[in-house]
Nanobody, 117 residues
Framework: QVPLVESGGGLAQAGGSLRLSCADS????????WGWYRQAPGKERELVAQ???????KYTDSVKGRFTISRDYARNTLYLQMNSLKPEDTAVYYC???????????WGQGTQVTVSS
């Protein structure tokens, strides 16, 4: 098991900032990527940002230039810095990683982000 513990969600005004954190045990060595997903009411879960184990970054178009994914390897913690927030960013955000050695995906418990206009 690779428990992922998220923190940092909450309420922000449009134009504001929030930072999400996702701590893991650091025990998994067979990771292909770490990522942040979000799911708004009535919508499917979507990939927001991804950091591959080889350092490649990927962002969905709607957050490019506003969100930044990063990882502190010493603290085994993944971050999502969210700036210039918009009401359409309102969703439950989930962190994700995988273990390709055993073919398993791991998800955080989810943290609510609400952006008011």
């Amino acid at each position: 098991q690779v428990p992922l513990v998220e923190s940092g969600g909450g309420l922000a005004q449009a134009g504001g900032s929030l930072r999400l954190s996702c701590a893991d045990s650091g025990d998994t060595i067979c990771v292909s990527a770490w990522g942040w997903y979000r799911q708004a009411p009535g919508k499917e879960r979507e990939l927001v940002a991804q950091l591959s184990s080889d350092g490649r970054l990927k962002y969905t178009d709607s957050v490019k230039g506003r969100f930044t994914i990063s990882r502190d390897y010493a603290r085994n913690t993944l971050y999502l810095q969210m700036n210039s927030l918009k009401p359409e960013d309102t969703a439950v955000y989930y962190c994700h990683t995988d273990d390709w050695c055993v073919g398993h995906d791991y998800w955080g418990q989810g943290t609510q982000v609400t952006v008011s206009s």
